[in-house]
């Protein structure tokens, strides 16, 4: 045998015998604090504990605010629980890593997402692009083309609104909005004059519009489309001046107690796996390439708003309390 073949060899036997590190066994326990809804953080757990069956995953499930506020309240005590976060914003992610709780992972699998899902530093990743726009139950009248067709008279009383308080989305539209000029807070104002309601959540607002309680309502797309396949009898709107939108962002926290174990959620989350699993739920992901979940059209282009982060986290506290002081919770 030459020894240019057998060195080909050994080197290949090699590359198979040493797989990359990312995919090597680990084992142990994982505390997951997450935002999603309890289905698909269920789906997500399963198939991370399919791919690494050694690990346990403890799961925190609540809106982001509320995650981040427990949180917050964790650090204070000095006392971090989760390994990893899987939220909504990045604003809250841009937070984190401001404050120097965010670990690096460097050799995270980016390859094929765009640069602008994940952060430069590498420190959390977007997972999938969550639109938000209008829902309107088919038994309504009049059909909004653009949020400020919301604060005309013919809406009075029916709208639902999800509250920045509780979702991360939310809050993230909040900001954006109210830091537009043919918005801002004066378009704001109109909705709580126009006697839109402020419910808990993305689901609330949902189980509103679905139930014909109120005939339209603020909500993100995947649940949206995913109620109308299941028969619920609404429409999705996508405004004329565009959808603001979340990238829904994983992360490990530096005082992780099992950093390999965390790194392998990450792993999962970008793998192609783990994007057609947010395919499969009705989302669409943040690698392309994967394909794009049944109810989006084939060629369709989703116009979204501009959105500053670091702008939006700067007011975010602030646009908080301003909400809260128009809606009441």
Known sequence: ?????????????????VPPAYSQAVKGKIVLYTSQPERDATQTVEGYKAANPGVEVEIFRSGTTEVMSKLAAEFAAGQPKPDVLL?????????LKADGRLLAYPGAPVEGF???????????FGSKLITTGIVVNTAAKERPKSWADLSKPEFKGQIALPSPLYSGAAAIMLGTMSARP???????????ANE??????NGAVLKSVATGEKGYGVLVDFMAYNAKAQGSPIEFIVPNEGAPAVTEPVAILKTSQNVPAAKAFIDFILSDQGQ?????????????????PAWMPSGTTIKLMPIDIKAVLQTSEADKKRFSSLFGN
Do not use: H
Not at 2 to 13: E, N
Not at 87 to 95: N, T, Y
Not at 196 to 201: L, N, Q
């Open 1 to 17: 045998m030459a020894l240019r073949t057998l060195q080909f060899l050994v080197l290949s036997l090699c590359l198979i015998a």
């Open 87 to 95: 939220i909504a914003d990045a604003a809250s992610m841009e937070q």
């Open 182 to 192: 043919d918005l801002g807070w004066g378009y704001i104002e109109k909705l709580r």
């Open 196 to 201: 839109a309601s402020a419910v808990r959540g």
């Open 114 to 124: 765009e640069p602008s899902s994940f952060d430069a530093d590498r420190t959390y």
């Open 276 to 292: 057609k699993l947010a395919v499969k739920m009705g989302y669409v992901p943040a690698k392309a390439n994967v394909g794009m």
